[in-house]
């Protein structure tokens, strides 16, 4: 079975401060990994994605993640944070044949 | 016009209404999907359909019934909804899958249905 825990419904960070976005996965086979942000009134847009290969996966908008299969985590980080950073993030896990498996959300407030 | 369009953007229906959401995609896929997004809780899959037929349907009510005519065009009609399905509905779109690993899915904005 396939499931997303992403912890912490709301994080606040400082515009320049490190962002830190956590989540965890279980996974019956081997994941594969998404980020997606959403913006007010938006729909979602990948941020990253791990299939297989380089575990630490570049995104956009300054955005990485790193696949530790040990700890089960994909954590998605940004060394300084943007005002315009501010948004919920969603984690999910794929198995294959289409199937996406999300977390509940983590808001991001930027604070000025 | 690019990417994975809905329509309406915002719905306001009654309990006795009848109506449909549209979904569009340009990117030439062929898989297609319906998503519920409430507050707090995970976006739940409602259907998915690949080069036109349904692969999956977890158990949506049937109030709910979604249509998908060719590969660009999904729709999901509504009738007779209670005002618990008041939710953000989000389409979305990918290439088939490859042997093995699920491609991304692009997502569309969303139509904002509030059933009273």
């Known amino acids: 079975a396939q499931s997303v825990t992403q912890l912490g419904s709301h994080v606040s960070v400082s515009e320049g401060a490190l962002v830190l976005l956590r989540c965890n996965y279980s996974?019956?086979?081997?994941?594969?990994l998404f980020w997606y942000v959403q913006y007010p009134n938006q729909g979602l847009q990948l941020l990253l994605k791990?299939?297989?290969?380089?575990?630490l996966v570049k995104g956009i908008n300054g955005f990485e993640a790193e696949f530790k299969k040990s700890e089960t985590s994909f954590h998605l980080t940004k060394p300084s944070a943007h005002m315009s950073d501010a948004a919920e993030y969603f984690c999910a896990v794929s198995p294959g044949a289409n199937n996406l498996f999300f977390g509940t959300g983590t808001r991001l407030t930027v604070i000025p | 016009e690019t990417g994975v369009t809905q329509t309406p953007r915002h719905l306001v229906m009654g309990m006795t209404n009848k109506k449909s959401l549209k979904c569009e995609q340009h990117?030439?896929?062929?898989?297609m999907y319906w998503y519920k997004q409430s507050a707090k809780k995970p976006l739940e899959l409602m259907f998915v359909?690949?080069?036109?037929?349904?692969?999956e349907n977890n158990s949506v009510p049937s109030r709910f019934s979604p249509e998908c005519p060719n590969s660009s065009h999904l729709f999901l009609h509504l009738h007779t909804l209670q005002p618990e399905d008041s939710a953000l509905y989000l389409c979305?779109?990918?290439?088939?899958?490859?042997?093995?690993?699920?491609?991304?899915?692009?997502f569309g904005p969303g139509t904002r249905l509030t059933v009273l």
């Open positions: 359909y690949s080069l036109e037929e349904r692969v």
């Open positions: 791990y299939t297989t290969g380089a575990t």
């Open positions: 979305a779109s990918s290439p088939p899958p490859l042997a093995g690993p699920t491609d991304t899915q692009y």
């Open positions: 996974s019956s086979v081997p994941p594969y």
């Open positions: 990117l030439g896929h062929n898989a």
